[in-house]
T-cell receptor, first 116, second 111 residues
Framework: DGGITQSPKYLFRKEGQNVTLSCEQN?????MYWYRQDPGQGLRLIYY???????QKGDIAEGYSVSREKKESFPLTVTSAQKNPTAFYLC???????????????FGPGTRLLVL | AQTVTQSQPEMSVQEAETVTLSCTYD???????LFWYKQPPSRQMILVIR??????QNATENRFSVNFQKAAKSFSLKISDSQLGDAAMYFC????????FGKGTKLTVNP
C-alpha cells in the first residue's frame, strides 16, 4: 500500500541526547515536511524539502536538523539544543505533479516525543 | 504574515444533525488552496475537503461542504447528517505551499 510511515510511535529522550525521528514515503512525492504539534495547538512547520539534497527552515527550526539524501526519506533529528522537545511530530509529503505547490499534503501517523 | 483563525474552540452537535465550523484566513497570495483536515483521537491528520481559491463553486464531498467567501476570506465547513465518527479536531490550513494552521475546533458529536 502507498503511504507515509513514521517511526517510532513513541520516543523518549534523555537530557542532552540527540534523537532521530524517521519518515518514509512510497508515494513518489517530491516535497516533504516536518511539523510540530503542542497540546491544544495547531501544527507549526519545522523544516521542509522540495527536492533531494535540498531543504529549508520553517517557522521553528532552532534545535532541529534534517537531511534529504533519498526522495522517499526525510529524517528529523531533535538535538540537545531544543530545550522543550516534548510534542507530537507529524511528517507530510506532497506531489509536485498536477498543480504543483498547491497540491494536497498527506500526513503520516506521527511520533510522540517525551523527555525523561 | 499569513494567519488562520478558527474562532470556535469547541462545538457540539447531535447525531444526524448539521453543524458549521468557521474559519477565516489572511493571505496576500493570489493562487492558493484551502483545506479542512480532521484529527481524531488517533492524531492522524486526515484530509476532509479542499477548495481551489480561483474556483467560485463551493467544494462538496459527500456529507461535507464548504462555504467559500473569497472577498471576506472566509472558509466554513458544513457537516450534514453528523455521525459519531465525525468527532475530532478540525483544522483549516491555508496557503499555496507551506500550510499555515490555526488552533483548531474540537467537534463533539452527541448520540
Amino acid at each position: 500500500d502507498g503511504g507515509i510511515t513514521q517511526s517510532p510511535k513513541y520516543l523518549f529522550r534523555k537530557e542532552g541526547q540527540n534523537v532521530t525521528l524517521s519518515c518514509e514515503q512510497n508515494l513518489n512525492h517530491d516535497a516533504m515536511y516536518w511539523y510540530r504539534q503542542d497540546p491544544g495547538q495547531g501544527l507549526r512547520l519545522i523544516y521542509y524539502s522540495q527536492i533531494v539534497n535540498d531543504f529549508q527552515k520553517g517557522d521553528i527550526a532552532e534545535g532541529y536538523s534534517v537531511s534529504r539524501e533519498k526522495k522517499e526519506s526525510f529524517p528529523l533529528t531533535v538535538t540537545s539544543a531544543q530545550k522543550n522537545p516534548t510534542a507530537f511530530y507529524l511528517c507530510a509529503s506532497r506531489s509536485d505533479a498536477g498543480t504543483g505547490r498547491r497540491e494536497t499534503q498527506y500526513f503520516g501517523p506521527g511520533t510522540r516525543l517525551l523527555v525523561l | 504574515a499569513q494567519t488562520v483563525t478558527q474562532s470556535q474552540p469547541e462545538m457540539s452537535v447531535q447525531e444526524a444533525e448539521t453543524v458549521t465550523l468557521s474559519c477565516t484566513y489572511d493571505t496576500s497570495e493570489s493562487d492558493y488552496y484551502l483545506f479542512w483536515y480532521k484529527q481524531p483521537p488517533s492524531r492522524q491528520m486526515i484530509l476532509v475537503i479542499r477548495q481551489e481559491a480561483y474556483k467560485q463553486q463551493n467544494a462538496t464531498e459527500n456529507r461535507f461542504s464548504v462555504n467559500f467567501q473569497k472577498a471576506a476570506k472566509s472558509f466554513s465547513l458544513k457537516i450534514s447528517d453528523s455521525q459519531l465518527g465525525d468527532a475530532a479536531m478540525y483544522f483549516c490550513p491555508a496557503r499555496s505551499e507551506k500550510l499555515v494552521f490555526g488552533k483548531g475546533t474540537k467537534l463533539t458529536v452527541n448520540p
